[in-house]
Nanobody, 117 residues
Framework: QVQLVESGGGLVQPGGSLRLSCAASGISFSLFRNGMTWYRQAPGKQRELVATITRGGGTVYADSVKGRFTISRDNAKNTAYLQMNSLKPEDTAVYYC?????????WGQGTQVTISS
């Protein structure tokens, strides 16, 4: 069993920054052996991939966030991060972290990010 807990969401003005965290725990789980992905879902829209960090440390970003968001991880803390800069109103969504461990899909509870003046 793996547990994912997101934190760091909130309300910020356009152009601001936020850093989301996703703390993973569970027997034998290690970010070193598993990747982590951030998704987001805005009201009335489908959930979309935002960024992925692979077990090897490679990263992939959605075109809409390239150059503004950075995904990273701290293996010792089993925590993944999403640094979000130059935030736009269209970044408003609930952000979820996701990982697959031993063939099982795990999701966090989500954290709300609202960009508004």
């Amino acid at each position: 069993q793996v547990q994912l807990v997101e934190s760091g969401g909130g309300l910020v003005q356009p152009g601001g920054s936020l850093r989301l965290s996703c703390a993973a725990s569970g027997i034998s789980f290690s970010l070193f052996r598993n990747g982590m992905t951030w998704y987001r879902q805005a009201p009335g829209k489908q959930r979309e991939l935002v960024a992925t960090i692979t077990r090897g440390g490679g990263t992939v970003y959605a075109d809409s966030v390239k150059g503004r968001f950075t995904i990273s991880r701290d293996n010792a803390k089993n925590t993944a991060y999403l640094q979000m800069n130059s935030l736009k109103p269209e970044d408003t969504a609930v952000y979820y972290c996701n990982t697959v461990s031993l063939g099982v899909d795990y999701w966090g509870q989500g954290t709300q990010v609202t960009i508004s003046s």
